[in-house]
DNA sequence: AAAAATCATGTAATACGGGATCATATCTGG
DNA sequence: CCAGATATGATCCCGTATTACATGATTTTT
C-alpha cells in the first residue's frame, strides 16, 4: 500500500509537503497541491488510520456498549448516536457483550489500548472497577445510558425507572386492579431494581397485600415472558394483571394467556415497557411505557461529546417516559375489583 | 498513559525485554518476567493497540456491515459471527450502514486506513467498485453473505433465495391458490430479485395468470407491510395469499387484515420469510421461511478466517431453509381454489 | 584441563506511517 | 535592501516489536 513517501516521491515534493497538502490544503501553494494530489490518486494512496491515530493520539473513533444485540430496544438508541457521532467526525464501534461481563471489560479496555476516545454503555451494569483508576478517579470519558447509582462522578442519561414503574402500577390500581404481578430483569440491574422498587413501593402506599411469588426475575425475552406467564397464571391466586419490563415479555405473556384460554384484557390485563414498533402490532396492541430512546442515543452522545471537548457535562439528564394505553388493558373482572376511596 | 518505556526503566530492563516478557513469557528468565510483570502491573501498563496494530500490520479486527441495525435478523447472524471470531482473538465492529451506500463505503475504507483486516458484508448491495482495484482484483479480504452475481470471485454464504422463494409459492399453489402477492424488497437487492423471479417463474410453470399490482416492494418493515397490504386488500381482485419476504412485513399484514376484517387464514394466507423469534409469538402465529441465522454468520467467519490465513476459501456456500408452517396459511375458500391435476 | 562451540539472555537500533515543529528559502512590498 | 510574509524541507516523535548483535554461562571437544 501506498505511503506519503510514495506520493511524495512521484510529486517531487517532500513528505511534510504531502501531508500538508492533503489534510491542510491551504497551507500550500495551489500548484503544489495540485501536484500531490494527482499522484496522491495516481499511486492509490489512503492514509494509515493507524499511524494517523499513533501520532495524533486521538482515534476518532468511540464504542457503543450494548448489553446484547438482541433486544431490537437498543437500535434506536443506536441511531440516536449515529446521527451525533457522525456530525462531529466520530466514527463508531459497537460492541455486543453478549451479557457476559468479560466481553464487557474487553471494549472498555479499548479505551487504555487507545483504539477509542471514549465509551458509551448502553449497559448498566458496569464495575465500578472498570471506570476509576486507584486513585479512585473517573479514568476515561464515559457516559451511560441507564440507571447507575454511585459515588462515582459519572455521567448518566436516564429514564426515571422508579416512577415510570409506578405510573403503570397506578394506572392499573385506578382501574381496580390489586393482584399485579411483575415479570422484570435481573435485580443486579439497577434499572430493573429501580422499577421493582417503584412497584413494590407503589403497592404498599395503596396499602395492596404483596402477593408471594408475584416478582420475577428473568432475561426478559420472548419465551421468559411465556414461561414465567404460566407460573403466575397456573397460581391459585393468579394475578388479574401482569406488569412486564420488556415489550418482548409482555408478548410472551399474551401468548401464553391465550393458550391457557385468558382473554385479555378482559380477565388479564398485560402491560409492557419500551413501547417498540412491534407493540402496535401484537394482538392485543399492548399498553406499554414509551421510552425516547432516540432521545437518549442523542442525549448521550451529546454528553460524551461535551467531555471529549473538554466541557464538565451535565452530571445527570432524565429523560421522560408515557404511558401508552392500548388494548390489552382494562379494569379487571368485577369479582376481582378492589373499591378504593378516592 | 504508561508505555513499555516506563516499564522497563523500573524494571531496569530494556524496552525489548519488556516486550517479550509480556509476549512471549517463555522467552526470558523467570526471575526478568516476574520483575516486569511486576513493573507493568505497578505503572498500570496497558499496551498501545495502535502502536502494536502499526508494527505488526494487522489490527485483528474485522468489520461486519449490517444493511440497517433495524433488523432483529442480523443479531443471530452477528452472534454466529462473534462466537468464531472472538475464538480466532479477532474483535470485531459492528457498523450500520444505515441502508446509505456512503455509510457502508465508509466501513469498505476502513480496510484501506488498516484499521481493520478483513470486510464482513451482511448487505448484498455493494458496487464492485468497493471490492475491486484498477487492475480489477479483489482488493481486499471479503466475505459476503447473501446473494452477489457478479464475475468478481468473491467468497459468498447465503440461502437459495430462488428456490426458498418457489418452495413457498409452491407450498400455497397445493393448497390450491392462484391469486398469490408478493411484498418484497427493492429490486436493486439481488437477494429481492432472485426471490421475486423464485416468485413469478413459479408462477408461470403452473400457468397462473400473473396479476396486475401484485409484486410490491418496499423497505420489508412492519409498517410498509401494513401499508401494501392495505393496497393489496382493497383491489378489487385482491390476492386470497401474500408471500412476504420479511417476517416483520407479514405481521404489518396481519395487522391490516385484522382491522379490515379479513380472517387469517380462512379467507387470506400470509407467509413470512425467516422465521424470527417473533413469528411464533404473532396471532395467528406465522407461517414462514426459515433462515439459518447463526449457521450463516458462523460460516462466513470460518471463510474470512480463511482467507485471512492464506487459504482459498470456497467461493460459494448455499445452506438450506425450511418452510414452517403455522397457523397463518390453509386452502382458499371454494370459490377462490384452482382445481389442479396432479 | 584448555579451547571451542553452543546456548540463554539481554541490548541497541530501527521500522511502521503520518504529523508537528522548527529552520530555511523564496518572494513581496516599502 | 531589508522586514515580513509565505512556502517548503529536514528532523524528530508517537509506542511497539523485531532484527542483529553482544555478553556471559554452560557444555562439548580435543
Keep these: 500500500m501506498a505511503t506519503v513517501k510514495d506520493v511524495a516521491k512521484l510529486a517531487g515534493v517532500s513528505t511534510a509537503t504531502v501531508s500538508r497538502a492533503l489534510t491542510n490544503p491551504e497551507m500550500v501553494s495551489p500548484i503544489t497541491r495540485l501536484k500531490v494530489e494527482k499522484a496522491a490518486s495516481?499511486?492509490?494512496?489512503?492514509?494509515?488510520?493507524?499511524?494517523?491515530?499513533?501520532?495524533k493520539s486521538e482515534s476518532k473513533t468511540?464504542?457503543?456498549?450494548?448489553?446484547?444485540?438482541?433486544?431490537?430496544?437498543?437500535?434506536?438508541?443506536?441511531?440516536?448516536?449515529?446521527?451525533?457521532?457522525?456530525k462531529n467526525g466520530y466514527k463508531l464501534l459497537i460492541g455486543d457483550a453478549g451479557n457476559e461481563s468479560s466481553r464487557l471489560r474487553s471494549y472498555f479496555d479499548l479505551f487504555d489500548s487507545k483504539q477509542v476516545d471514549g465509551v458509551l454503555s448502553l449497559s448498566s451494569d458496569v464495575p465500578e472497577s472498570m471506570i476509576v483508576n486507584s486513585a479512585g478517579e473517573v479514568k476515561l470519558p464515559i457516559v451511560i445510558a441507564g440507571e447507575y447509582f454511585s459515588?462515582?462522578?459519572?455521567?448518566?442519561?436516564?429514564?426515571?425507572?422508579?416512577?415510570?414503574?409506578?405510573?403503570?402500577?397506578?394506572?392499573?390500581?385506578?382501574?381496580?386492579?390489586?393482584?399485579?404481578?411483575?415479570?422484570?430483569?435481573?435485580?443486579?440491574?439497577?434499572?430493573?431494581?429501580a422499577r421493582v422498587n417503584g412497584h413494590t413501593e407503589t403497592m404498599k402506599k395503596w396499602k395492596l397485600p404483596s402477593t408471594e411469588g408475584y416478582i420475577l426475575e428473568c432475561d426478559l425475552s420472548y419465551i421468559a415472558g411465556y414461561n414465567l406467564g404460566k407460573q403466575l397464571?397456573?397460581?391459585?391466586?393468579?394475578?388479574?394483571?401482569?406488569?412486564?419490563?420488556?415489550?418482548?415479555?409482555?408478548?410472551?405473556?399474551?401468548?401464553?394467556?391465550?393458550e391457557m384460554g385468558i382473554p385479555v384484557p378482559s380477565e388479564l390485563s398485560v402491560i409492557g415497557f419500551d413501547n417498540l414498533a412491534l407493540s402496535e402490532y401484537c394482538v392485543p396492541e399492548l399498553t406499554t411505557i414509551h421510552q425516547p430512546r432516540?432521545?437518549?442515543?442523542?442525549?448521550?452522545?451529546?454528553l460524551l461529546l461535551d467531555i471529549l471537548s473538554g466541557k464538565k457535562p451535565n452530571p445527570e439528564m432524565t429523560l421522560p417516559t408515557?404511558?401508552?394505553v392500548r388494548e390489552s388493558s382494562c379494569p379487571p373482572p368485577i369479582d376481582q375489583r378492589l373499591q378504593v376511596d378516592l
Tied chains: 1, 2.
Design 42 to 55: 495516481d499511486v492509490g494512496y489512503s492514509p494509515n488510520g493507524l499511524a494517523r491515530s499513533l501520532r
Design 62 to 86: 468511540i464504542v457503543v456498549v450494548l448489553p446484547n444485540i438482541d433486544s431490537t430496544f437498543f437500535s434506536d438508541v443506536v441511531h440516536g448516536i449515529e446521527a451525533l457521532a457522525h
Design 151 to 193: 459515588d462515582i462522578p459519572v455521567p448518566t442519561v436516564h429514564i426515571d425507572n422508579h416512577y415510570s414503574a409506578k405510573k403503570g402500577v397506578e394506572y392499573l390500581i385506578m382501574m381496580g386492579h390489586y393482584k399485579i404481578a411483575c415479570i422484570t430483569g435481573k435485580r443486579s440491574n439497577p434499572v430493573y431494581n
Design 233 to 258: 397464571l397456573s397460581l391459585n391466586n393468579k394475578p388479574s394483571a401482569i406488569v412486564c419490563h420488556s415489550d418482548e415479555a409482555a408478548i410472551g405473556v399474551l401468548k401464553i394467556a391465550r
Design 294 to 302: 432516540q432521545l437518549i442515543g442523542e442525549t448521550s452522545m451529546k
Design 322 to 324: 408515557q404511558l401508552i
